[in-house]
């Protein structure tokens, strides 16, 4: 079964300061999604940033950027000249695209990010 | 709709209760997905729909979990017979087709009490 760890519980960092986020995940698949969500105290969920495992590019997303190490199934992101706004859980998600009905996304237990002014 | 939208907000109901959560998708929107999310913990799959099917439920924990979408548009979650460990957090996404790596929009989720 495929697994998403996040050995974070919590970060916390300077306004203006890069942060990285750890991901690691467990499958046996060659392709599959990886994705990372942002939940503010709202709980509203909103995607950050998302990864094809068949590209070899790191995806960015303006201050956002993941580093993809398929080997290591390992998918870390990195916020750059992090803002207050930035404060949220921050959960890993992993899905595997094989089968008739499988979108299950497989999610990590969170990294809950404390940016301070 | 400017988003995904669920009601009610905050649901207190006392064990053995039954409840309906809804969750109204992005207009258009093919794919309707259901999540639990305890407290803490991230999001675990419920449900999935594409357009009025259920294709998967798989992550339904137990058969006192039941979920609709008879038009394709609106859909509704129950629970019969509500346990203290049922409560969570409700999460509801919906995405725009039926491709695996189309972004999900979120709702701001229920969140459900048993006392």
């Known amino acids: 079964a495929q697994t998403v760890t996040q050995s974070q519980p919590e970060m916390s960092v300077q306004e203006a300061e890069t942060v990285t986020l750890s991901c690691t995940y467990d499958?046996?698949?060659?392709?599959?999604?990886l994705f990372w969500y942002k939940q503010p105290p709202s709980r509203q969920m909103i995607l950050v940033i998302r990864?094809?495992?068949?590209k070899q590019q790191n995806a960015t997303e303006n201050r956002f950027s993941v580093n993809f190490q398929k080997a290591a199934k390992s998918f870390s992101l990195k916020i750059s000249d992090s803002q207050l706004g930035d404060t949220a859980m921050y959960f890993c998600?992993?899905?595997?695209?094989?089968?008739?009905?499988?979108?299950?996304?497989?999610w990590g237990a969170g990294t809950k990010l404390i940016i301070k002014p | 709709g400017a988003g995904v939208s669920q009601s009610p907000r905050y649901k207190v109901a006392k064990r053995g209760q039954d409840v309906a959560l809804r969750c109204d998708p992005i207009?258009?929107?093919?794919?309707l997905f259901w999540y639990q999310q305890a407290l803490g913990q991230g999001p675990e799959f419920l449900t999935y729909?594409?357009?009025?099917?259920?294709?998967?439920k798989s992550g339904l924990p137990s058969d006192r979990f039941f979920a609709e979408r008879p038009e394709g548009s609106v859909s509704t979650l129950k629970i019969q017979r509500t346990q203290q460990e049922d409560s969570a957090v409700y999460l509801c996404?919906?995405?725009?087709?039926?491709?695996?790596?189309?972004?999900?929009?979120f709702g701001d989720g229920t969140r459900l009490s048993i006392l």
């Open positions: 499958t046996s698949e060659s392709n599959y999604y």
């Open positions: 998600a992993f899905m595997n695209p094989r089968g008739n009905s499988n979108y299950q996304l497989i």
């Open positions: 996404a919906s995405s725009e087709g039926q491709f695996r790596n189309q972004p999900q929009h």
């Open positions: 990864q094809e495992a068949y």
């Open positions: 729909f594409q357009n009025e099917a259920q294709l998967d």
């Open positions: 207009s258009g929107h093919v794919s």
